[in-house]
């Protein structure tokens, strides 16, 4: 069974910090990674993707990649109570139609 | 508006009574999937398909079947439903490879056996 690892909080962080929210993959043949957030009761929205070792900003967010960890991670800066959702990790999987296996997801609290 | 749509948005079902949750897309997407989420869980994969006449189980395909008569639509079907089938149904589609697009999601099906 290829896992994906996330704690799943809360995570509660002040209005205007810096979230950090953490990944791990089992597969060490993974490819594509993502990371969607869920409001309550919404469907999951995209909010970043990565293919490379390294850094890939958009705005206030970060996702940083490092395949020899197994480990992805998406930083949100200046971190606004509109940011308060629970945030998923996916990994891409060739084998299975391009089907995303999807972690449990990590909880975000932005406290005014 | 393009998109996913998914229909009924909510359903209440008595244990034992089947029924189909629709998926349709108007993008011309090759590749559909159903995941499953329960509380405070991820979504699991029901089933997949990359084009239409061609199906294939994910990860929790037991209760559940899929059919793919077009690239539009892709419809899933419980039979003799289970109180374990209690759970929110996303479908969602992509283009060939999702590149840096991801999925597009329907809004979800929220559906309750009892």
């Known amino acids: 069974q290829k896992e994906v690892e996330q704690n799943s909080g809360p995570l509660s962080v002040p209005e205007g910090a810096i979230a950090s929210l953490n990944c791990t993959y089992s597969?060490?043949?993974?490819?594509?990674f993502f990371w969607y957030r869920q409001y309550s009761g919404k469907s999951p929205e995209l909010i970043m993707s990565i293919y490379s070792n390294g850094d890939k900003e958009d705005g206030r967010f970060t996702a940083q990649l490092n395949k020899a960890s197994q480990y992805v991670s998406l930083l949100i800066r200046d971190s606004q109570p509109s940011d308060s959702a629970t945030y998923l990790c996916?990994?891409?999987?060739?084998?299975?139609?391009?089907?995303?296996?999807f972690g449990k997801g990590t909880s975000l609290l932005v406290t005014p | 508006n393009a998109g996913v749509t998914q229909t009924p948005k909510f359903r209440i079902l008595k244990i034992g009574q089947s029924m189909t949750l629709q998926c349709a897309q108007d993008m011309n997407h090759n590749y559909m999937y159903w995941y499953r989420q329960d509380p405070g869980m991820g979504l699991k994969l029901i089933y997949y398909s990359v084009g239409a006449g061609i199906t294939d189980k994910g990860e929790v395909p037991n209760g559940y079947n899929v059919s793919r008569s077009t690239t539009e639509d892709f419809p899933l079907r419980l039979e003799l439903a289970a109180p374990s089938q209690t759970s929110v149904y996303f479908c969602?589609?992509?283009?060939?490879?999702?590149?840096?697009?991801?999925?597009?999601f329907g809004s979800g099906t929220r559906l309750t056996v009892v």
């Open positions: 597969d060490r043949g993974s490819q594509s």
């Open positions: 969602a589609s992509s283009p060939r490879w999702y590149g840096g697009y991801g999925y597009t």
């Open positions: 996916a990994v891409g999987r060739p084998d299975s139609g391009y089907a995303l296996n």
